[in-house]
């Protein structure tokens, strides 16, 4: 959070500045600080020359910010009324002040009529990225938060976050006196600062402005500007270790750079992941824990259901040696290993700690790490030459779906099934569960004749799910895409991929700026290993239909402040708050304008690595998904299915999602739709996106 007074770093062309514009006449329109207001007016004149003036004069302090390389300029409000004229001139500016790196930040008062109908500008001016919006918070907006109620007034800043709000700015007249007397903010507007901060506080800048009403006896401590005392107080918002906690972690830190960022969904089949990619991967702190979590679970359940081969060593010592073959597939640079070695280590330790330190009963692992990428391979020789706990781990350069190509797999394969894998583990899990193609993997392992009888996997199921959200910024950056090239390996030069493409492509994205519009909903599921009565283990997995469709019906009416920007574990405060709203009277819930605009989908999952089948308590789970989300984990931001158009939704209407998991041959892809339903009526449908994959697929 940046906190400025309203003279510093940002340009605001409703000040009163001389400008040269071309008109020795004085302008037909008042410049003094008024936010502009005459100026807008001016602009949708039906005198002709009135209407250029204040072109002119608008443009001159435009290019003035841009030349002095001012990173943003804020601007009038948008009028109640004949909005258009106003919405063309900036569709041409933000064109122009887009080649210039200049931001336009529209001043938006705090209530739902304004932000609709920044919503409509915002559409004339194509979607541009760099056209935002700043909050402008005073004495008219606090009473109006006072009318609604807290619950409906942190359900309208949740919308507000998705519509690109860049700024925030508190006008002196909002502030109270406390006891020292001191200017602090009214309750009310102290929580949903704090709630703002810590959900955009890393990118959002924060303003003051008006007169300086607050005085002390000590002049020098209120600065030149008199505005030291306020901006000291929103300093001291931002440093309370509840907005701290949010948005100074080292986690934080780390994804700083990730925020909004689309990116392309690994394909870790058809390429192979570079040695950084695995290095970041590696840093999460929660994930491995519970991948050891799950093999330890799953080793005590198969020793307790004896579907371990047992050797006894010395029958006069009662010395025993449980076997257990472990497979890890797509080992990567090893963690799972580590992970594997250590839960074995870990069992052990409980078993001597049940039995005794004289007891001779141990697990001996047989651990082969699978792997196809030859780089990798390399790094894991490295590690099995010179890391002791290495020492007995068998490395395999082999695809998995093709293991029987590999001489030792192949031994395995014809050998008993005793000899066969008892857990296979992998983490082929993408943000969407199965969309880096985890169920053909595991389906192929299983259909390899590997896998015991009553061999486990790890990850045992994982469910996709999906939510609506808005956001401005999201679709724009997917919308920016069209420029880039339709093949990364083509460079710069490379023929641009264009906006069908773009807006038919799922992204993987840290959504920041972003507000998830609903609980997100179940899609379908994937189980692991695939059992059938009466078939074998490997024959059950060569009968599989991994196609799905599932059919998502929305209702936006409830509050979702909770999910935040869907990335995040879901508030329980907000939930709460949003369930002590639904008291209010009924005749004040019809004024609350629930109207929004959806901008995509955002796809996440919820994994049970290990579920024990001899203790229900026990299991070993990590998800993505808001009302389940492991907090502290960073392997996965959530998938971004963009809408080509954006779709207005009216209060009172739901959303109807429906997706499509396709394949055939040596490919897989989605297809998605959304349909705006009022009263069992169809007003509005989207366009099929990506039929046949024509725009995006996962090569198998």
């Not at 004339?124 to 009318?147: E, K, R, V």
């Not at 976050?161 to 909002?174: E, Q, Y």
């Not at 997917?478 to 420029?483: P, V």
């Not at 009216?650 to 897989?668: I, N, S």
Request: hydrophobic share 40%.
């Amino acid at each position: 959070m940046d906190t400025d007074t309203d003279t510093d770093t940002v340009a605001d062309p409703n000040t009163n500045v001389d400008a040269d514009t071309n008109t020795d006449a004085k302008p037909p329109f008042s410049t003094q600080w008024n936010h502009g207001q005459d100026l807008i007016a001016a602009l949708s004149s039906n005198d002709r020359s009135t209407t250029a003036i204040a072109e002119n004069y608008f443009t001159y302090m435009l290019d003035w910010a841009a030349h002095m390389n001012i990173p943003a300029c804020v601007l009038p409000p948008i009028p109640n009324n004949n909005f258009v004229a106003y919405g063309r001139y900036l569709a041409t500016q933000a064109l122009k002040s887009s080649a210039n790196n200049v931001q336009l930040w529209v001043r938006v008062a705090f209530d739902h009529g304004s932000l609709e109908r920044f919503n409509h500008v915002h559409k004339l001016c194509d979607g541009a990225l760099n056209l935002g919006c700043i909050i402008m918070f005073d004495s008219q907006s606090l009473g109006l938060i006072t009318s609604l109620g807290l619950n409906a007034a942190m359900a309208l800043l949740h919308q507000f976050i998705g519509c690109n709000l860049r700024a925030v700015s508190f006008n002196t007249d909002i502030f109270l006196v406390n006891k020292q007397g001191f200017p602090a903010l009214p309750k009310s507007m102290q929580f949903l600062f704090m709630e703002l901060l810590k959900r955009i506080g890393r990118t959002c800048r924060v303003l003051v402005e008006g007169v300086p009403i607050h005085r002390i006896q000590d002049a020098s401590a209120m600065g030149r500007s008199g505005m030291m005392l306020y901006l000291q107080y929103l300093r001291h918002i931002r440093s309370k270790d509840e907005v701290a906690f949010a948005i100074d972690t080292e986690e934080a830190r780390m994804e700083t750079g990730y925020l909004d960022h689309l990116q392309s969904a690994l394909q870790p089949l058809g390429d192979n992941l570079e040695f950084s990619t695995y290095e970041v991967f590696e840093k999460d702190p929660v994930k491995y824990a519970r991948y050891q979590d799950a093999v330890e679970i799953a080793l005590e359940d198969k020793m307790q259901l004896g579907h371990l081969r047992n050797e006894t060593v010395n029958a006069k010592s009662n010395s025993i040696i449980i076997h257990v073959t472990i497979f890890v597939v797509g080992a990567g640079r090893g963690p799972l290993v580590d992970a594997s070695l250590k839960a074995v280590e870990n069992v052990n330790k409980k078993n001597r700690a049940i039995l005794g330190t004289n007891s001779s009963f141990a697990i001996k692992p047989r651990i082969v790490a699978v792997e196809k990428n030859p780089s990798a391979i390399l790094y894991l020789n490295s590690l099995k030459a010179h890391d002791p706990q290495w020492r007995n781990v068998e490395i395999v350069e082999c695809d998995m779906r093709h293991a029987s190509k590999d001489p030792l797999l192949a031994t395995i394969i014809s050998g008993h099934d005793s000899d066969k894998v008892d857990i296979v583990v992998s983490e082929l899990l993408g943000s969407f569960g199965d969309n880096e193609l985890s169920p053909e993997c595991l389906d192929g392992f299983q259909q390899s004749g590997l896998m015991k009888e009553t061999g486990a996997s790890i990850p045992q199921s994982y469910t996709s799910y999906l939510a609506p959200v808005t956001s401005m910024r999201l679709h724009a950056e997917a919308h920016a895409h069209a420029f880039l090239p339709s093949t990364p390996t083509e460079g710069p030069g490379g023929k641009p991929c264009g906006v069908l493409q773009a807006m038919e492509t799922p992204y993987v994205v840290r959504a920041h700026a972003a507000s998830q519009l609903h609980k997100e909903l179940p899609c379908w599921q994937f189980n692991h290993p695939i059992r059938k009565d009466g078939w074998s283990v490997t024959n059950a997995a060569k009968q599989v239909d991994n196609e799905r469709c599932t059919e998502l019906i929305f209702n936006l009416e409830s509050d979702s402040s909770a999910y935040g920007p869907g990335y995040q574990k879901a508030d329980e405060r907000l939930e709460l708050l949003s369930i002590s709203g639904t008291s209010d009277n009924s005749k004040k819930k019809r004024e609350i304008d629930k109207s929004c605009t959806i901008h995509g989908f955002l796809g996440t999952f919820h994994c049970v690595l290990y579920q024990s089948l001899t203790n229900t308590s026990a299991a070993s789970v990590i998800s993505i998904a808001p009302t389940t989300f492991s907090v502290g984990m960073f392997s996965w931001f959530p998938l971004y299915f963009p809408l080509r158009e954006p779709q207005a939704v009216p209060t009172g209407a739901t959303v109807k999602c429906t997706m499509w998991r396709k394949c055939d041959e040596g490919r897989v892809w989605y297809e998605w739709c959304s349909e705006v339903i009022v009263n069992n009526r169809v007003m509005t449908i989207s366009n099929l996106h990506n039929p046949n994959g024509r725009s995006c697929i996962v090569r198998l």
